[in-house]
Every structure is written in structure tokens, then in C-alpha cells.
């Protein structure tokens, strides 16, 4: 299974608002509306942001969103803080091999 | 609260067996929908996922690992096991387990993750 494929690095200024997007394909992202997205500060362990595509988990903020569309899937950040900068991965169900990650992407606030 | 924590060898030689344990709380393995995963990243490299154990001891493995990798749980212990054979440098990594707690749902607690070195 390969992985998802991100881009390697987005930025932004605080309160603007930046997308990442993860592609997969008609075996993945495509066929489930089952991706995630995590946030990873350096050293610590990543955190549930975003599932089922859309969904936030309790506690995190509604500056988060994700959507879908055919195999890509697209994490929205809005208003940017300085706490937001950090490693983005997707996440997708993909059948047989239960979960395959992207390969990650690293959000700078200008 | 939910909590999770691995163990296991910090170093490992080349060709050796890994075995690594999650210990968790909060919750219950035997409980409809958990489930628990093992996840690595090699330093400064992408996440990659590798196995989960369902709470009705359905397992699922990474196509490209699944011949070395073992996972089982222990209910009563609270506890996860995975092990991978034939060990190689490449595979030095720091491994995380996490929580899912219902078909969907994400990883929504993990680890703090223990790092593996593979050196002769």
C-alpha cells in the first residue's frame, strides 16, 4: 500500500487560512469516507484532529476542518496561530491494509 | 483517563526479534469497537502504520511487514504485544501504540511513543 501523497511544506501568516491536501486513490481515500488527520509537534506524540473525513474529536478547535473530494482529501486551517505550526499527516482506511498514512506536512506561521 | 504506554528494548541487534508492549488504561480491549494500533516513524521521517488488534481478536497487518510482525493482546493484563522479526537497521524507529475506540473513529489516544535502535 502506498502512502498518501502530501506536500512536503505549506505556510502562512497568523489569521490567514491554509489547506493541505492528501492523494490518495479509488482503493483509498476514494472509497472511504474514512480519513484522519493528526498533529504532531516535535517531539511529542501525534494528536487526533480530524475523522470520517469531517468530524472533530472533543476539544479541538472548530478553526480545524476537513473535507473530501474524489481520492483527495483537504485539511483547512483557519485564522493561523503560532500554535499551529507543526507536522500535518492524512490518514486513510484502505481495505486489506487497514490504515496507510501520508507522507506528512510540515505547516510554517510566518 | 485514557492512557497508553510502550516498553520494550531500546537496542536491538540486527537480525534479533523486537518485542514491544502496550500497556494501557481507561478503557477496555474487550469492550465492542476498540481497538488498539502500532504505529512507527523513523526519525524525521513519515508516520508508518503497521498492525491493530480488535477487541474480537480480528488482526490486520501492513501488507509490505506482515510477514514479520506478530500482534496479540493480553485482556486481562491490559495489554498489547508486537513483535517483529528479522529486525534491521532500517527499522530503527520511534513505535507508538494508540486507541481506537469505535469502526472510524481514528486514533484518538496514544502513546508517548519508545524509540528502537537497531545497531550492531
Known amino acids: 500500500q502506498s502512502a498518501l501523497t502530501q506536500p512536503a511544506s505549506v505556510s502562512g501568516s497568523p489569521g490567514q487560512s491554509i489547506t493541505i491536501s492528501c492523494t490518495g486513490t479509488?482503493?483509498?481515500?476514494?472509497?472511504?469516507?474514512?480519513v484522519s488527520w493528526y498533529q504532531q509537534h516535535p517531539g511529542k506524540a501525534p494528536k487526533l484532529m480530524i475523522y470520517?473525513?469531517?468530524k472533530r474529536p472533543s476539544g479541538v478547535s472548530n478553526r480545524f476542518s476537513g473535507s473530501k473530494s474524489g481520492n483527495t482529501a483537504s485539511l483547512t486551517i483557519s485564522g493561523l496561530q503560532a500554535e499551529d505550526e507543526a507536522d500535518y499527516y492524512c490518514?486513510?482506511?484502505?481495505?486489506?491494509?487497514?490504515?496507510?498514512f501520508g507522507g506528512g506536512t510540515k505547516l510554517t506561521v510566518l | 483517563q485514557v492512557t497508553l504506554r510502550e516498553s520494550g528494548p531500546a537496542l536491538v541487534k540486527p537480525t534479533q526479534t523486537l518485542t514491544l508492549t502496550c500497556t494501557f488504561s481507561?478503557?477496555?480491549?474487550?469492550?465492542?469497537?476498540?481497538?488498539v494500533s502500532w504505529i512507527r516513524q523513523p526519525p524525521g521521517k513519515a508516520l508508518e502504520w503497521l498492525a491493530r488488534?480488535?477487541?474480537?481478536?480480528?488482526?490486520y497487518y501492513s501488507t509490505s511487514l506482515k510477514t514479520r510482525l506478530t500482534i496479540s493482546k493480553d485482556t486481562s493484563k491490559n495489554q498489547v504485544v508486537l513483535t517483529m522479526t528479522n529486525m534491521d537497521p532500517v527499522d530503527t524507529a520511534t513505535y507508538y501504540c494508540?486507541?481506537?475506540?469505535?469502526?472510524?473513529?481514528?486514533?484518538?489516544?496514544w502513546g508517548q511513543g519508545t524509540l528502537v535502535t537497531v545497531s550492531s
Open positions: 479509488s482503493s483509498d481515500v476514494g472509497s472511504y469516507n474514512l
Open positions: 481507561g478503557f477496555s480491549l474487550s469492550t465492542s469497537g476498540m481497538c
Open positions: 488488534i480488535d477487541w474480537d481478536d480480528d488482526k
Open positions: 490518514c486513510s482506511y484502505a481495505g486489506s491494509s487497514p490504515e496507510v
Open positions: 470520517e473525513v469531517s
Open positions: 494508540a486507541r481506537i475506540s469505535a469502526y472510524g473513529s481514528g486514533n484518538d489516544y
